[in-house]
């Protein structure tokens, strides 16, 4: 496909209820790590289908960052940049919920949307994400991504010189504070219900002039749509403009669990902080032909290390992909004229095995 010819081409999508359609690979999220993969499949020549339900882990966010020549863009443009480069080459879109995956006898998998659409696989990527699983506290769900925040690489420089508050949660809350501390001389910790630090830690904090406030922590303070403090159990109110809190990381692996995959619980200082699907370096998971990337596989990604996770995966697909076309390409030039090997030829060119082809 010429330069001229992928500028012009259409933003593309698949209908629902449309017939079942075979490709080489179906990317499940549409996220950076999906789109990175698919974009590189699709410019490898293979017949991508990414399935998409529209609700990106950083869509409260305003801003992307750490993404080199990309830093500060919106979240929303980044991925729609992304969808154009991915249907330039061929590739396709389908907004829906994937809620189901099996493999077939005859090889391949076939994904089931909520809607009842169906689509059908050589190889599967699956990359959705992970839900942040926030502190019962009121306020802190409706300032998520804004100012209440949990990542000081993606967010720290915005709120850097201001009060910022660390809402203890677990064993994990000095270290949260210590690193904050990092882009502000004003960080106070907030105990609430979690344990209170030890020796040692109290005497990291003093160090480091961070303040330790006791009590349940009951509500923030907003006004004029701007967090403004954070309100205990007595009333007090302890002025911040940022409010930081770990959220627990559950992957989305409903799709994954229906294939035999079940989600890894990830823990940190005895406490459980979240889970996962386990994978190789480059995506591949316990399930022959399925791969993970993002989110889903390593809670800690950033936007670019997602992105580069899904071009890992992406590059271990093509090459499975390339091995058993030359199986099937040998089994068919030393008998050329057997019926099973007619048959895997017929279904191998209809999956896309010479390219774009369906």
């Not at 005497?203 to 006791?214: M, N, T």
């Not at 995959?261 to 998971?285: H, K, M, N, Q």
Request: net charge negative; with cysteine.
């Amino acid at each position: 496909m010429s330069d001229q010819t992928r500028q012009s081409k259409t933003f593309s999508t698949i209908a629902p209820r449309a017939r079942e359609r075979r490709h080489d690979v179906v990317v499940v999220g549409g996220g950076a790590a999906g789109l990175s993969g698919a974009l590189a499949l699709a410019r490898a020549r293979r017949s991508v289908l990414v399935i998409d339900g529209g609700r990106p882990r950083n869509a409260p966010a305003s801003h992307v960052h750490n993404f080199l020549t990309r830093d500060g863009t919106p979240p929303s443009e980044l991925l729609a940049a992304g969808r154009e480069e991915v249907t330039g080459y061929g590739g396709e879109i389908m907004t829906g919920d994937a809620v189901a995956a099996e493999r077939l006898d005859t090889g391949g998998f076939r994904v089931t949307l909520a809607d009842g659409t169906t689509a059908l696989a050589r190889r599967l990527l699956v990359t959705t994400g992970l839900v942040d699983e926030l502190p019962p506290v009121p306020g802190v769900a409706e300032r998520w991504g804004r100012e209440v925040l949990h990542c000081p690489y993606c967010h720290g420089w915005e709120v850097r010189d201001q009060p910022i508050g660390v809402l203890a949660t677990g064993p994990l809350a000095t270290h949260q504070a210590l690193m904050w501390r990092q882009w502000s001389s004003e960080v106070t910790l907030f105990l609430g219900t979690a344990p209170e630090p030890g020796e040692e830690e109290y005497e990291q904090l003093a160090a480091r002039d961070i303040a330790v406030v006791d009590g349940e922590v009951t509500g923030l303070e907003v006004t004029d749509d701007r967090l403004t403090g954070v309100t205990l159990a007595g009333g007090r109110t302890i002025p911040v403009r940022a409010l930081v809190v770990a959220p627990r990381f559950t992957a989305r692996a409903d799709l994954l669990t229906t294939l035999g995959l079940a989600p890894v619980e990830l823990a940190r200082d005895g406490e459980v902080i979240g889970t996962y699907i386990a994978s190789d370096p480059v995506g591949a998971t316990a399930v022959p032909g399925v791969w993970a990337a993002g989110n889903v596989t390593d809670l800690m990604e950033q936007v670019l290390g997602a992105a580069a996770a899904g071009l890992r995966a992406a590059g271990a697909i093509n090459a499975d992909l390339i091995a058993e076309d030359t199986r099937l390409a040998v089994a068919a030039r030393r008998d050329p004229f057997s019926p099973r090997r007619e048959r895997e030829a017929a279904e191998h060119r209809v999956r896309g095995g010479s390219g774009h082809g369906l």
